[in-house]
Structures are given as structure tokens and as C-alpha cells.
């Protein structure tokens, strides 16, 4: 029997009709989100708050899990149109590498911030089923990164690692996986045991960043 965890949904809608019955439900979700983990949401709190019934629900999905992917496509859009206006490389002209880094952490945390429960339930399904996640999504995430890079990598007389576009990329990858953790997964032991708010964090996270990138390694 094929695990039911790895199926795709019954059906993509392509009517208006139901393309309207599942951003009803994206939004209820998402909603309900704030306030709860995805895993403690019933199914049916999801169909009384988006006004649809079981049977239009279960005519399109196999179960609530089902219901990621599309959260996910849908994070990925907006963010997208956000970020491109933000990223654009003009916005950056003239400003040294601190102030970038201290801009792109506080930018990082914020977005966290402002839709933690949607982020969370989408970052354990990219790493328990990553195959679930829409190519497309993949790909804007990778653009993101590079855009990322690249407003760093304008800045590369003040980095002083041999290697400058690989400290770059591990910067911001190391960075951004503190702050998925410290905010997404707060509740754990590891990110619980750091107290601190959300501006300094960006602050230490910018400071670190500079100093890995700014100093000469003696291995």
C-alpha cells in the first residue's frame, strides 16, 4: 500500500470555483496558524472556519498534510514580490558591508516573525518531504539566496576570506539557520536556552557574519 504521507492531492483545481474553495481554506489555515502548531489543528476546525464541507474537502486531498505544499506555494509567491523590490541591487548602492549584513538580518527575523506558524509547518515539510515542496518554490528560494549573495559579494574588498563567494553563501546560510531556529522552533531547548529579542539577534547575527567574513583564517 502506498504511503499516504508521499500522495499528492486528489485534484488541482482549475475551475474558479475551486481555485475560491481552496484559498478559503489556505486562509483559515494560516490563520488558525498564529495561534497553533499545524500538528494540533483539527481538520475540522479548518472546514468550520473556511466554510467548506468535508466532502468538497476530501474531493480534493487525501488529508489535512495535503494542504502544505499549497501553503508553501503560496508563502513563496508573495515573498517573492516582496523581496524583489527589496533585493534590487540600486537600494543597496554605496552602503558598506556592516550595514548590509545588519539590513539583511533584521529583514531575515522579521520575515520569520510575521508569519512564524505558516513557516514552521512549511519548514518541517521541506525537510520531511522536500519532494512535496513545488519546484518553483525551490527555485525562488535559490534566487533569493543568490540575490542575497550578490548584494554581499559587491562589498567583496572588505571580505577578507580566501575563498569569498563560499563564505559568503555559508555565512548566510548559518545565519539564516539561527534564525529559523531561534524563532520558528523557540519552544526547543537549544533556541530557549539564548534570551534574547529579536533586534539584538540580528545584531550578533550581523556582528558574527562581519567578523567571519572580514578576518583572515589561521588554519
Known amino acids: 500500500m502506498p504511503n499516504p504521507r508521499r500522495r499528492s492531492p486528489k485534484a488541482r483545481p482549475v475551475q474558479a470555483r475551486s481555485q475560491e474553495t481552496l484559498d478559503r481554506v489556505l486562509r483559515a489555515t494560516e490563520h488558525l496558524l498564529e495561534k497553533k502548531h499545524f500538528e494540533d489543528i483539527a481538520i475540522g476546525v479548518i472546514l468550520k472556519r473556511s466554510r467548506v464541507s468535508a466532502g468538497s ?8 498534510e ?38 539583511l538580518m533584521r529583514l531575515a ?38 540575490a542575497s549573495a550578490a548584494l554581499l559579494l559587491q562589498c567583496r574588498s572588505e571580505i577578507k576570506h580566501p575563498d569569498t563567494e ?30 534574547i529579542s529579536d533586534e539584538r539577534l ?4 550581523a556582528c558574527a557574519l562581519y ?8 588554519f
Not at 474537502?57 to 489535512?64: C, E, G, L
Not at 509547518?121 to 539566496?145: F, T
Not at 539561527?178 to 533556541?191: G, N, S, T
Not at 540580528?202 to 547575527?205: F, G, K, Q, S, V
Request: glycine share 4%; net charge positive; proline share 6%.
Open 66 to 103: 495535503d494542504l502544505l505544499p499549497h501553503l508553501y506555494a503560496a508563502y513563496s509567491d508573495d515573498l517573492a514580490k516582496r523581496m524583489g523590490g527589496w533585493l534590487a541591487p540600486d537600494r543597496w548602492a554605496g552602503k558598506p558591508l556592516a550595514q548590509r549584513l545588519r539590513e
Open 166 to 195: 563560499l563564505a559568503v553563501q555559508t555565512g548566510i546560510l548559518f545565519a539564516l539557520a539561527a534564525c529559523r531556529d531561534k524563532i520558528l522552533f523557540a519552544e526547543a531547548p537549544h533556541p530557549a536556552s539564548v534570551d
Open 57 to 64: 474537502f476530501y474531493a480534493r486531498f487525501h488529508s489535512k
Open 202 to 205: 540580528a545584531d550578533e547575527l
Open 109 to 146: 527575523i522579521a520575515n520569520y516573525r510575521e508569519r512564524r506558524g505558516l513557516l514552521r509547518a512549511v519548514a518541517l515539510l521541506a525537510r520531511s518531504r522536500p519532494s512535496a515542496v513545488a519546484k518553483g518554490a525551490v527555485r525562488e528560494r535559490d534566487d533569493q539566496y543568490r
Open 211 to 218: 567578523a567571519y567574513l572580514t578576518t583572515k583564517p589561521k
